[in-house]
Nanobody, 121 residues
Framework: QVQLVESGGGLVQPGGSLRLSCAAS????????MGWYRQAPGQQRELVATTTRGGSITYADSVKGRFTVSRDNAKNTVYLQMNSLKPDDTAVYYCNAEVRESFRQGYSDYWGQGTQVTVSS
């Protein structure tokens, strides 16, 4: 099995910054894409940012220029640096990873437990 453990959420004022981290552990043969999604109350879960093992990055239009996703392949960890935060960024942020557990298996999606980010004055 694979576990994704997130950290770094919290309460921040508008214009502030937070950095989220997500570490993958367990039975990992290879990690492909890692990234972040978020879900606000009453809303569907949406993509925030993802990065492939090769370094290709995708951002939601709403966070471009404010958020930066990065990863450390040696540590199986993905980060999300969030700057210039707005109240609309308030949501539960979920880490996602595509994991191959063995040579004989394909990739499966795994999710973290979620971390709350609240932007409010």
């Amino acid at each position: 099995q694979v576990q994704l453990v997130e950290s770094g959420g919290g309460l921040v004022q508008p214009g502030g910054s937070l950095r989220l981290s997500c570490a993958a552990s367990g039975r990992i043969f290879r990690l492909n894409a890692m990234g972040w999604y978020r879900q606000a109350p009453g809303q569907q879960r949406e993509l925030v940012a993802t990065t492939t093992r090769g370094g290709s990055i995708t951002y939601a239009d709403s966070v471009k220029g404010r958020f930066t996703v990065s990863r450390d392949n040696a540590k199986n960890t993905v980060y999300l640096q969030m700057n210039s935060l707005k109240p609309d960024d308030t949501a539960v942020y979920y880490c996602n990873a595509e994991v191959r557990e063995s040579f004989r298996q394909g990739y499966s999606d795994y999710w973290g437990q979620g971390t709350q980010v609240t932007v409010s004055s």
